[in-house]
Nanobody
């Protein structure tokens, strides 16, 4: 069973910074990438950033140049360093993984953490 432990976030002032960390546990065949999505009430979940097993990072347009994702996919851990935070960054942030549970099965990215709240407000 795949489980996620997310930490970080909370209340941050505009222009401030914070870090989110996610560690995944469970017996899986291979993890291809780990990353973060975010969601606010009434809106669809939005891609934030992802980090692959080859140490490649990708970002959503709204966070590029302000957020940095890094981690060790082989160790099933990823962190998101968020700087110059804006009120519009307020959301629940969800850790996500793309993986195969067993060899021969298709890759699935439908593995999610429980979410951690980030609120940007003065």
């Amino acid at each position: 069973q795949v489980q996620f432990m997310e930490s970080g976030g909370g209340l941050v002032q505009p222009g401030g910074a914070t870090r989110l960390t996610c560690t995944m546990t469970g017996n899986v065949f291979r993890v291809y990438s780990m990353g973060w999505f975010r969601q606010t009430p009434g809106k669809e979940r939005e891609f934030v950033a992802a980090f692959t097993e080859y140490n490649d990072a990708t970002y959503g347009d709204s966070v590029r140049s302000r957020f940095t994702i890094f981690g060790d996919v082989a160790q099933n851990t990823v962190s998101l360093f968020m700087t110059n935070l804006k009120p519009e960054d307020t959301a629940v942030y969800y850790c996500n993984a793309a993986l195969k549970i067993r060899d021969g099965q298709p890759i699935s990215n439908d593995y999610w953490g429980q979410g951690t709240q980030v609120t940007v407000s003065s």
